[in-house]
């Protein structure tokens, strides 16, 4: 059962950013299980569980996280993450291309989300084209983002936009992700149970703008200018 992450958690992490190599993680074996894999996959359990019972036809399936990098794609960086995550998506070879709730704890914060972090330049062509099609939807769903204060629209912009649909969805239509994110310090809810809550809640809040996301990636490509 998920009863929160500890101050031990974020300790953790901290020493992973600043020690990030093999002796000092094999000294911290232990912590990394205890404090962090562990209360991460009961918290991905239980909130997995909860989705699928409330929206079955999304067919989401978990998956958690590895703290160890791809020794491939290292790039100079330490062979271990300093951020974990979950996330609850229908299964894609193309990971990151298509929407995805997710959670994540760092060093200085938690988040949780839905977004697509890795779209296809063909993806946001598709968004742009719905939008120039047929705009009253998201038109609905902007504005009950911006009536709330949990979420906030994030992910890269094209350095040059590529239209203008007016002031409400410019910030959808000109970027390159599409990222709904909440984030927080660590504190607070983040070391207890309740923090199962707060991300289910989230979740469903989300959903509407996660079906939206798929309906577009299932559009077909519209019609080169």
């Known amino acids: 059962m998920f009863n929160g992450f ?13 020690h990030n190599e093999r002796s000092w993680f094999l000294e911290h074996k232990e912590e990394y299980h205890t404090f962090v894999e562990t209360p991460l996959r009961q918290l991905a359990d239980q909130v997995s569980r909860r989705m699928e019972e409330e929206f ?22 330490g062979p271990y993450k300093e951020h974990m995550w979950f996330s609850l998506r229908r299964r894609t070879e193309a990971e990151g291309a298509q ?10 914060y938690y988040s949780y989300g839905m977004g697509c972090y890795d779209p296809t330049p063909l993806t946001m062509a598709k968004l742009r084209a719905r939008i120039d099609r047929d705009p009253a939807p998201l038109e609905k769903l902007a504005r009950q983002l911006e009536g709330q204060e949990e979420f906030v629209l994030e992910g890269e912009s ?23 994110s909440s984030d927080h310090n660590c504190e607070g809810l983040l070391f207890q149970p309740q923090l199962e809550e707060q991300v289910v809640k989230g979740f469903r809040f989300l959903v509407p703008y996660y079906r939206f996301l798929t309906s577009v ?4 490509p519209p019609p080169q200018p």
């Open 6 to 18: 500890s101050q031990d958690a974020v300790d953790f992490l901290w020493g992973i950013r600043f």
């Open 56 to 77: 079955p036809e999304l067919r989401l399936e978990k998956k958690v996280s590895r703290i160890y990098r791809d020794a491939r794609r290292l790039h100079g960086r």
């Open 99 to 108: 929407p995805s709730f997710y959670f994540e704890i760092a060093p200085e």
């Open 158 to 180: 094209y350095k040059r936009a590529k239209g203008d649909p007016g002031p409400l969805l410019f910030p959808w239509y000109n970027r390159r992700q599409i990222v709904l």
């Open 217 to 220: 990636t299932a559009d077909p």
